[in-house]
């Protein structure tokens, strides 16, 4: 039985444009290979993108979750003080 080919990571994704746009850059290859190249670092460049939100959304997600978990200190003397006056300017 083969073995399942494993999804390359986000860094290992980065890795490949990097190489990509050093082979590019360089100027050794002709118009076929680097028109090649080029595509596939844009196929790249798109999955990345994609990486990049999803991480984004558990990032918003779990900051969501902990914001909603947080209850201030009723003893906190700076919780009091917030409670007592609203517009954050202090009593004179």
Same mark, same amino acid.
């Given at each position: 039985?083969?073995?399942?080919?494993?999804?390359?990571? !986000?860094?290992?994704?980065?890795?490949r444009i990097e190489g990509i746009v050093a082979e590019l850059e360089k100027g050794d290859l002709g118009? *076929?290979?680097a028109i090649d190249r080029?595509? *596939?670092?844009?196929?790249?460049?798109k999955d990345c993108h994609?990486?990049?939100?999803? !991480?984004?959304k558990r990032v918003e &997600?779990?900051?969501?979750e902990a914001e909603a978990s947080l209850e201030a200190y009723?003893?906190?003397p700076d919780f009091a003080a917030a409670e007592g006056? &609203?517009?954050g300017e202090e009593d004179s």
């Open positions: 039985m083969a073995a399942a080919k494993k999804e390359p990571t !986000f860094d290992d994704r980065l890795r118009l *076929e290979p080029y595509q *596939e670092g844009i196929a790249l460049l994609a990486v990049l939100g999803g !991480f984004r &997600e779990l900051t969501a009723a003893a906190d006056d &609203e517009d």
